[in-house]
């Protein structure tokens, strides 16, 4: 398998205007973001798209599908075409998904939605790897988290690791000050800081909405 690029999107609900609703101009400006960089992945025509999230080891294969019915919205996503699977994908995965219909990347294409160390699929072709993943939840006094003062600069961390294409810097991020920080995407992006470069990379927004560090980022194999 060679990962030919990579986009980071949040793995926050919020950016679900069905999820939302009344805040959905809130996060307007992260999710036009993300949205840029998902349908820059989308176009680049790898022969299979991959999403990632932190999580129990599994693979869940081309067809599978999820919903945000959890969070009382009965909004169906899915993985490539829609078979008519029963919900199976976690939260992180139906972000993703729900990304990657927007824009035009729900065909036979969408081969698999992976949380951390589970297998990848079609390891012999090029892939597109699509990454749901969160910094620290407190940075702020209402953050899930609560306030934590040294939250703003572990996301300060991963911000410059995104913007200069430093897996390294991603792959050496502190997992203790990770755990009291509750950066739950922490795996997901040591993952990405595995894959072997170089990289021409963008980091195309980061926020701390909700007290949540919030990044969106775009990697291309340089």
């Known amino acids: ?13 919020m950016l679900v ?13 992260l999710r036009v973001a993300a ?6 992945l ?14 129990p080891r599994a693979t869940y294969p081309h067809g599978s599908a999820g919903t945000f019915a959890g969070l009382g919205v009965p909004l169906r ?6 078979v008519g699977e029963p919900p199976s994908l976690p939260l992180e995965l139906c972000i993703g998904a729900w990304f990657l219909e927007r824009a035009g990347g729900s ?5 698999a939605g992976v949380t951390v160390d589970g297998s990848w699929a079609s390891p012999d072709v090029d892939v597109a790897l699509l990454v749901v993943a969160d910094g620290s939840a407190c940075r702020t006094e209402k953050a899930p988290g609560a306030f934590d003062p040294r939250a703003a600069g572990f996301d300060a961390q991963i911000a410059t690791a995104l913007r200069g294409g430093d897996g390294a810097a991603l792959l050496g991020l502190d997992a203790e000050l990770a755990a009291d920080l509750r950066v739950a995407g922490l795996p997901a992006l040591r993952a990405l800081g595995a894959l072997p470069g170089p990289w021409q990379a963008q980091l195309l927004a980061d926020e701390a909405g909700h007290g949540v560090g919030s990044f ?7």
């Open 107 to 111: 065909t036979a294409t969408v081969t």
């Open 35 to 40: 949205d840029d960089a998902v349908r820059r």
């Open 1 to 13: 398998m060679s990962v030919v690029a990579a986009a980071v999107v949040p793995a926050s609900p």
């Open 216 to 222: 969106v980022a775009y990697w291309e194999r340089g």
């Open 42 to 55: 989308v176009e680049l025509g790898a022969e299979a798209l991959v999403v990632l999230a932190s999580g």
């Open 77 to 82: 996503v899915h993985l490539g075409d829609d």
């Open 17 to 29: 205007p069905d999820v939302s609703t009344g805040a959905a101009g809130e996060v307007a400006a």
